[in-house]
C-alpha cells in the first residue's frame, strides 16, 4: 500500500530534550516536506527536501533540523524542544517538487506535546 | 505573496441540507494550483481535488462540487445533502512553483459538523 509513515504518532517530553520524528515514503517521491498544524493557523510548512541531500527552509524553520540521506526518508530533528513546539506535526511527499501540479500525500501526524 | 483564505472558521447543519465551503486565494502567477484536502476527526489528511489555473470548469464528484472562479479568486466546495461522514476539518491550498521549488499554503481550515 502507498504510504506515508510517522514515527512516533504521540509524544510527550520535556524542554530542552532532544527528539526525533521519523517520516518514510514508500512511493519513490523525490520531494517531501514537513508541516506543523497549529489552530487557526492551517498547516505551515517547517523544512522541504527536493531530492536527497537537498533541502530548504520554509516558512517556520526555527528550532527544527532535518536530513535527507536516503529518498525513503525525512526525519524532522527537534535538539532543543521548547513549548512552543507543542504542534500536530505532518511529513508529506509527492511525485516531484519541481511543478506545483503534484498532490503531496501526508502522513498520519505526530502530536506532539512539550512540557 | 499567497495567501489563502477560508473565512468561515466553523459550520454547522443538520444532515441532509447543502453547504459551501469558501476559499478566497491571492497570487501574482499565472500557473498555479488549487488543491480541497479533509482532515476527518482521526486526523489525516486527504486529498480531494485538484484544479490548475488555467481550467475553470466545475467539477463534480457524487456529492462534492467545486467551483473555481478565477475573476474573484475563489475556489470553493459544495457539498450537497450533506452526511455525518462529512464531519471534518476542510483545507483550501494553493500550489506554485516559487524560487525553484513547489510551495503549497494552506488556508485556516474550515471545521464542517454535520448533525444528525
Known amino acids: 500500500e502507498a504510504q506515508v509513515t510517522q514515527n512516533p504518532r504521540y509524544l510527550i517530553t520535556v524542554t530542552g530534550k532532544k527528539l526525533t520524528v521519523t517520516c518514510s515514503q514508500n512511493?519513490?517521491?523525490?520531494?517531501m516536506s514537513w508541516y506543523r498544524q497549529d489552530p487557526g493557523l492551517g498547516l505551515r510548512q517547517i523544512y522541504y527536501s527536493m531530492n536527497v541531500e537537498v533541502t530548504d527552509k520554509g516558512d517556520v524553520p526555527e528550532g527544527y533540523k532535518v536530513s535527507r540521506k536516503e529518498k525513503r526518508n525525512f526525519p524532522l530533528i527537534l535538539e532543543s524542544p521548547s513549548p512552543n513546539q507543542t504542534s500536530l506535526y505532518f511529513c508529506?511527499?509527492?511525485?516531484?517538487?519541481?511543478?506545483?501540479?503534484?498532490?503531496?500525500?501526508f502522513g498520519p501526524g505526530t502530536r506532539l506535546t512539550v512540557t | 505573496a499567497q495567501k489563502v483564505t477560508q473565512a468561515q472558521t466553523e459550520i454547522s447543519v443538520v444532515e441532509k441540507e447543502d453547504v459551501t465551503l469558501d476559499c478566497v486565494y491571492e497570487?501574482?502567477?499565472?500557473?498555479?494550483?488549487l488543491f480541497w484536502y479533509k482532515q476527518p476527526p482521526s486526523g489525516e489528511l486527504v486529498f480531494l481535488i485538484r484544479r490548475n489555473s488555467f481550467d475553470e470548469q466545475n467539477e463534480i464528484s457524487g456529492r462534492y462540487s467545486w467551483n473555481f472562479q478565477k475573476s474573484t479568486s475563489s475556489f470553493n466546495f459544495t457539498i450537497t445533502a450533506s452526511q455525518v461522514v462529512d464531519s471534518a476539518v476542510y483545507f483550501c491550498?494553493?500550489?506554485?512553483?516559487?524560487?525553484?521549488?513547489?510551495?503549497?499554503?494552506f488556508g485556516q481550515g474550515t471545521r464542517l459538523t454535520i448533525n444528525p
Open positions: 497570487t501574482r502567477d499565472t500557473t498555479y494550483y
Open positions: 508529506a511527499s509527492s511525485f516531484q517538487g519541481y511543478s506545483p501540479a503534484y498532490e503531496q500525500y
Open positions: 512511493m519513490n517521491h523525490e520531494y
Open positions: 491550498a494553493l500550489s506554485e512553483w516559487i524560487q525553484g521549488a513547489q510551495k503549497l499554503v
